[in-house]
């Protein structure tokens, strides 16, 4: 059955302020100023696509604009650079050509997956599975290696950049297992310092971490 649209003048953001996902979208649109109104899944384990904007995959983020509705964090960044009337340098995944930053991008994205399906897991009242408890060593062994090349990652970014994709999704990532308990990050200094540096913009202030009530 069609979902039905809403009035999208001004876009809608379906997501939860407690995703890592969702705040990638939320802090793209705070860096490119563009206005939109959330709207808060209240279940994440809603098995209704109307709950996720039509969205078949039943994840979050989704944006609806009134130009369509836009599935998963990339999309919704893309769509939200087009609508911005700022112009900045935006780095996208596929400008990524040195190998250590293609593969941090690939590890960043992985791990936050990685993450999204051993906190569902938990939701859902499994206990630790063989294959949770591989996915758990392939999440400390990423953020390894994440911790291990951050330095060189940064370095190798263009450094007229305003804004990375990259970035976004490392910061929203340690942030992100710090806010959920999900592995401790005390020890991962290089990139704690990163976070550091990078939650002093404004687009991480407007959008920290919290549990929808
Ligand atoms: N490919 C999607 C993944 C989004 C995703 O996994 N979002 C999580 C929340 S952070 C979600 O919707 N989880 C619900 C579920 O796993 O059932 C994207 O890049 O946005």
């Known amino acids: 059955m069609p979902v039905a649209r809403e009035d999208v003048t001004t876009p809608v953001i379906i997501g939860r302020s ?3 996902f969702t705040r ?3 802090m793209f649109a705070a860096e490119l100023r563009v206005d939109y109104s959330f709207r808060v899944l209240r279940d994440l ?3 209704n696509p109307e709950d996720y904007g039509g969205n078949p995959a039943l994840r979050i983020p989704v944006m609806q604009t009134s130009r369509g509705v836009w599935f998963g964090a990339l ?6 650079r087009r609508m911005s009337s700022l112009t900045p340098r935006v780095v996208w995944p ?9 593969n941090a991008q690939e590890l960043v994205l992985q791990a936050m997956s990685t993450e999204v399906t051993l906190i569902m897991s938990k939701l859902g009242g499994t206990g630790e599975s063989a294959h949770q408890s591989k996915m758990r060593t392939g999440l400390v062994s990423m953020m390894s290696w994440l911790e291990e090349n951050t330095t060189p990652v940064l370095a190798a970014l263009p450094p007229d950049r305003d804004l990375s994709f990259l970035e976004v999704t490392l910061f929203c990532l340690v942030k992100h297992l710090e ?3 999900v ?4 020890s991962y200094e290089e990139l ?3 976070c550091q540096r990078f939650e002093t913009r404004a687009s991480s202030q407007e959008t920290t971490f919290r549990f929808d009530t």
């Open 94 to 102: 596929e400008d990524l050509e040195a190998p250590v930053l293609a």
């Open 192 to 194: 704690n310092a990163f």
């Open 75 to 80: 999309n919704v960044c893309r769509e939200l």
């Open 18 to 20: 407690s995703s890592h």
């Open 45 to 47: 384990l809603s098995s």
């Open 179 to 181: 806010f959920r308990e």
């Open 24 to 26: 990638i979208a939320r």
């Open 183 to 186: 592995l401790p990050t005390a």
